[in-house]
């Protein structure tokens, strides 16, 4: 019995801090150890993006908008930021947190399970950050990218290796191997939409909290 407490007990530790990355803040918006996850990743994620004021960029699966503020800032005014999510809860959150903040910059848009709604060619950078693994049509969804980049724009998916001893999400593929994403699937799948694989890295962490597990993988098209 011993063996099952202590997988049990490991599967909760990991789960934790994805747990506390997808909960609003005491105000409704972005929680403070969200804010100070995006603030560590996000130069890193321009840098890899190029990113540059005036250009746009699109936050998909934005939560509670953390990571959508940072990118608002780093292109500026004259850039554009597609702020989209597929929950009503976040969708709501994002919109009061750009207007609470001012960002006239940031754009929400409500996605599709099979959509990204974005518009054709608008995008210099995409970020779908621990939101993959929950694709139930990845195929439409990275075709969806494709489409909504500029040419030359990069994706990037920022995601976590199935956790042990746990089941696929309802309606994912089976081929996940349980509650997360191979980097292998995910670079099979968007390659397979026409984006170019650049670069993985199998260690991506913004914060100390998160686990070692979390992935980066940029593609371009």
């Known amino acids: 019995m011993r063996h099952i407490t202590l997988s049990v007990t490991l599967i909760l530790a990991l789960a934790a801090p994805l747990a506390a990355q997808q909960q609003p803040g005491a105000g409704g918006g972005p929680s403070e150890e969200q804010l100070a996850s995006a603030t560590a990743e996000v130069p890193r994620l321009v840098e890899l993006f190029r990113l540059r004021a005036g250009m746009t960029v699109a936050d998909v699966g934005a939560g509670f908008g953390a990571w959508t503020i940072g990118f608002a800032e780093a292109v500026g005014p004259t850039g554009r930021v597609y702020s989209s999510d597929i929950g009503?809860?976040?969708?709501?959150?994002?919109?009061?947190?750009?207007?609470?903040?001012?960002?006239?910059?940031?754009?929400?848009?409500?996605?599709?399970?099979?959509?990204?709604?974005?518009?054709?060619?608008?995008?210099?950078?995409?970020?779908?950050?621990?939101?993959?693994?929950?694709?139930?049509?990845?195929?439409?969804?990275?075709?969806?990218?494709?489409?909504?980049?500029?040419?030359?724009?990069?994706?990037?998916?920022?995601?976590?290796?199935?956790?042990?001893?746990?089941?696929?999400?309802?309606?994912?593929?089976?081929?996940?191997?349980?509650?997360?994403?191979?980097?292998?699937?995910?670079?099979?799948?968007?390659?397979?939409?026409?984006?170019?694989?650049?670069?993985?890295d199998p260690q991506w962490s913004g914060t100390a909290q998160r686990p070692a597990s979390l992935f980066l993988a940029l593609f371009e098209k």
Do not use: W
């Not at 409500?110 to 950050?129: F, H, Q, V, W």
């Not at 999400?169 to 694989?197: I, K, Q, W």
């Open 88 to 200: 009503e809860e976040q969708l709501a959150s994002l919109r009061q947190t750009m207007t609470s903040r001012g960002l006239t910059n940031v754009t929400v848009v409500e996605a599709g399970e099979r959509s990204t709604n974005l518009p054709a060619g608008c995008c210099d950078a995409i970020l779908i950050r621990d939101v993959y693994h929950h694709l139930t049509a990845p195929g439409d969804i990275t075709r969806g990218f494709a489409a909504a980049l500029k040419p030359g724009g990069r994706l990037i998916v920022i995601d976590f290796l199935p956790r042990p001893n746990t089941d696929v999400p309802e309606g994912v593929p089976a081929n996940r191997g349980g509650h997360g994403v191979p980097s292998d699937v995910v670079v099979a799948e968007v390659t397979a939409a026409g984006l170019r694989h650049v670069i993985s």
